[in-house]
């Protein structure tokens, strides 16, 4: 995925099974309805457990419900525990992910809408998304056609398409999600706004300001 462009915007780095990222949700949807088309966000699947094979024990069970119950009280988002009774779930994000990525290649906004989708899916509704029926049902209900859009997940281009966000995020050193960077465009470099989960009153502050000195003409310099 190209990723220079022109203009700020914010760089996204999520997985769709990632509790943290699934917390960080509405903040993604207040910088986009604040922000609109003046910060386009452009998505990245970082691979969180991308490629998983072993069913889930009762250690990582609980592990993980300690997550999710830290993820509830910070950001009030709503988690279905029943998950917690399923037996032998494996935990592989790459279904998902390159869900994601499939839906991408209609649009960044539709991503982000898909993503937010699959997150309330798994996390609030209890349901498999790492099976490919479900993804695709989701994506069905997102205006997708259902066959080709199957197609497509199970296609080996999309397999190399969402390796290739996770090497872009490992590459970049990004272990952690959800992580946003800001750029400004060009090849000017990324800042970091945020590693982990952050409260929308402690990102959109900063945003604004940025994109004010973004939006700022620069003084001209004195000839010599």
Not at 47 to 76: C, M, Q, Y
Not at 78 to 91: E, I, L, S, T
Not at 106 to 118: H, I, P, T
């Given at each position: 995925?190209?990723?220079?462009?022109?203009?700020?915007?914010?760089?996204?780095?999520?997985?769709?099974?990632?509790?943290?990222?699934?917390?960080?949700?509405?903040?993604?949807s207040?910088?986009?309805?604040?922000?609109?088309?003046?910060?386009?966000?452009?998505l990245?699947?970082?691979?969180?457990?991308?490629?998983?094979?072993?069913?889930?024990?009762?250690?990582?069970?609980?592990?993980?419900?300690?997550?999710?119950?830290?993820?509830?009280?910070?950001?009030?988002q709503?988690?279905?525990?029943?998950?917690?009774?399923?037996?032998?779930?494996?935990?592989d994000?790459?279904?998902?992910?390159?869900?994601?990525?499939?839906?991408?290649?209609?649009?960044?906004?539709?991503?982000?809408?898909?993503?937010?989708?699959?997150?309330?899916?798994?996390?609030?509704?209890n349901?498999?998304?790492?099976?490919?029926?479900?993804?695709?049902?989701?994506?069905?209900?997102?205006?997708?056609?259902?066959?080709?859009?199957?197609?497509?997940?199970?296609?080996?281009?999309?397999?190399?398409?969402?390796?290739?966000?996770?090497?872009?995020?490992?590459?970049?050193?990004?272990?952690?999600?959800?992580?946003?960077?800001?750029?400004?465009?060009?090849n000017?470099?990324?800042?970091?706004?945020?590693?982990?989960?952050?409260?929308?009153?402690?990102?959109l502050?900063?945003?604004?300001?940025?994109?004010?000195?973004?939006?700022?003409?620069?003084?001209?310099?004195?000839?010599?």
């Open positions: 995925m190209e990723l220079s462009v022109t203009g700020p915007h914010l760089i996204y780095v999520a997985d769709p099974m990632c509790s943290w990222c699934w917390g960080f949700s509405p903040v993604i207040q910088i986009t309805q604040q922000f609109g088309s003046s910060l386009p966000i452009r990245i699947m970082g691979g969180l457990r991308p490629g998983t094979t072993e069913p889930l024990d009762e250690k990582g069970k609980r592990t993980i419900r300690e997550h999710w119950d830290h993820v509830h009280s910070a950001s009030g709503p988690f279905d525990m029943a998950f917690f009774d399923r037996q032998g779930f494996v935990y994000t790459e279904p998902a992910s390159t869900a994601v990525v499939v839906v991408r290649r209609s649009g960044m906004d539709g991503a982000l809408a898909y993503l937010e989708r699959v997150h309330r899916a798994f996390y609030a509704e349901r498999d998304v790492t099976s490919i029926e479900v993804l695709t049902e989701l994506a069905e209900q997102a205006g997708a056609d259902r066959e080709e859009f199957s197609d497509a997940l199970r296609s080996s281009e999309a397999q190399q398409e969402v390796w290739s966000d996770f090497t872009i995020s490992r590459q970049a050193g990004i272990t952690g999600f959800p992580t946003l960077l800001a750029g400004p465009g060009g000017a470099p990324y800042g970091i706004v945020t590693q982990g989960f952050q409260p929308p009153e402690r990102i502050p900063v945003l604004a300001q940025w994109l004010d000195r973004m939006e700022s003409p620069q003084p001209s310099r004195p000839e010599e």
